[in-house]
């Protein structure tokens, strides 16, 4: 017999079976799951046919945790599959209870401010996309999540500092010739990075816009690549936006196509993309990375760094900046200066992290007066003016 904690006893066989029979659980606690056992993050074991099947077993969820949910069920916060008929019923029945919450705010009419559901319906929600709540009533604010997600725990770019390893798994350096590290790029998906399209204008000695010169490097944290998780890819396809304008910076946004699609894991994941009404409100921090240069004067950071910057108001940016600025820029940084990005961060990624844990790409590094100098902020192109322009050339993503 198995004593309880209680002084009660328990038959043996009812030990390490999947069920508690002792009040205090004691019964299942300390087993070895066999196999066709699922052994849970508490480590209880369940039965194997127990996992993903809409209930928590283990009662930590983890048995219900990165589940695929098959039709007619739908994901909770953390991928815990339930039947859609639990949506909206009055019932919470998600572990974080988010499926009960807004489901009478769908259905308005459409607006420029509105979010648009796949069905074409609207919804008045700010940010509504990936927040791990279903808004729209066809799913599909919260389709194509897999994504923003920062895999470590948390713990120059001008003024910054060293990034942990994963915490930026969207981040990608690519290489140019036998240069080097030039610009920085943002997975967005298995196949397709963004970048800033003035990386790759041809100048007197290099050409730039040719693609088979480039090498894409994922997963990386050093630049000297001894971390053995990186990803090498080449460019197969280069779109470059066609009114981008090599003098005003205006539409310096380009997309690229590997050559072959990365796996994702620990170091290699995709940003999320904001939805075309997203907001990053002003003041928002949010995270510019990159190797590019220390200082004005250089050099590159071998460690990718990371800077601390906050979103600063358009009218108040474009009245700093005599007016230089178009709808298509983003201001980031501060107006004193101090932490910025610098050259070779250029294409890479400002991110901000949204209540929901996910990390959302606001911005890719385009231009600035110097580096992190008074009065001069940095110049990053705005993502939710593209994602129409995204969706035309590649028809990337569902949540735009
Ligand atoms: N144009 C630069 C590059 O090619 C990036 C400039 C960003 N500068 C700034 N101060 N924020 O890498």
């Known amino acids: 017999m198995h004593l309880c904690g209680d002084g009660r006893c328990e038959l043996m066989s009812n030990k390490c079976d999947g069920w508690v ?9 300390n087993c070895e799951c066999t196999s066709d056992q699922f052994r849970c993050q508490n480590k209880m074991c369940k039965p194997l046919i127990w996992v993903c099947d809409g209930v928590d077993d283990c009662e930590d969820t983890s048995d219900e945790a990165n589940c695929d949910c098959a039709a007619g069920f739908f994901a909770c916060h953390k ?38 559901c796949v ?6 929600k700010p940010n509504a996309e990936c927040d791990g709540v279903w808004d729209c009533f066809d799913l599909s604010d919260e389709l194509y999540c897999d994504c923003g997600n920062q895999q470590t725990v948390r713990s120059r770019i001008v003024n910054g500092n060293d990034a942990v390893i994963g915490e930026w798994p969207w981040q990608v350096s690519l290489h140019f010739g036998s240069i080097g590290h030039t610009c920085g790029a943002t997975l967005i ?9 003035h990386c790759f204008q041809d100048v007197e000695l290099y050409k730039y816009s040719d693609r088979q010169s480039w090498r894409v490097y994922i997963g990386a944290h050093s630049l000297t690549f001894s971390d053995s998780e990186v990803e090498s890819r080449l460019i197969k396809r280069l779109i470059i936006h066609e009114q981008f304008d090599n003098v005003t910076m205006d539409y310096d946004i380009a997309l690229l196509e590997l050559s072959a699609p990365v796996r994702y894991n620990s170091y290699i994941q995709p940003v999320c993309l904001p939805s075309p009404v997203h907001i990053f409100p002003a003041n928002q921090r949010c995270y510019v990375t990159g190797w590019g240069f220390l200082q004005e004067s250089g050099p590159l950071s071998i460690i990718l760094q990371k800077g601390e910057v906050r979103i600063i108001n358009q009218t108040t940016c474009n009245n700093f900046m005599e007016n230089i600025l178009t709808p298509r820029m983003l201001c980031a940084g501060y107006l004193t200066g101090e932490v910025d990005a610098c050259e070779g961060d250029s294409g890479g990624p400002l991110v901000c992290e949204e209540p929901s844990g996910k990390w959302f790409l606001a911005g890719i590094v385009s231009w600035g007066q110097g580096c992190g100098r008074y009065g001069h902020p940095g110049v990053y192109t705005r993502i939710t003016k593209f994602r129409e322009w995204m969706h035309r050339n590649v028809g990337i993503g569902g949540n735009y």
């Not at 019932?91 to 420029?112: H, I, L, R, W």
């Not at 069905?119 to 008045?124: E, F, L, M, P, T």
């Open 21 to 29: 029979h002792c009040k205090d659980g004691s019964d299942e606690m």
């Open 79 to 116: 991928n815990w599959c339930l039947p859609i008929t639990a949506l909206c019923d009055g019932n919470a029945d998600c572990p974080n209870d988010n499926e009960e919450v807004n489901c009478d705010k769908t259905d308005v009419n459409c607006t420029t401010d509105t979010y648009k």
């Open 119 to 124: 069905d074409g319906k609207c919804i008045v």
């Open 189 to 197: 998906n298995n196949w397709w990075l963004l970048s800033a399209s």
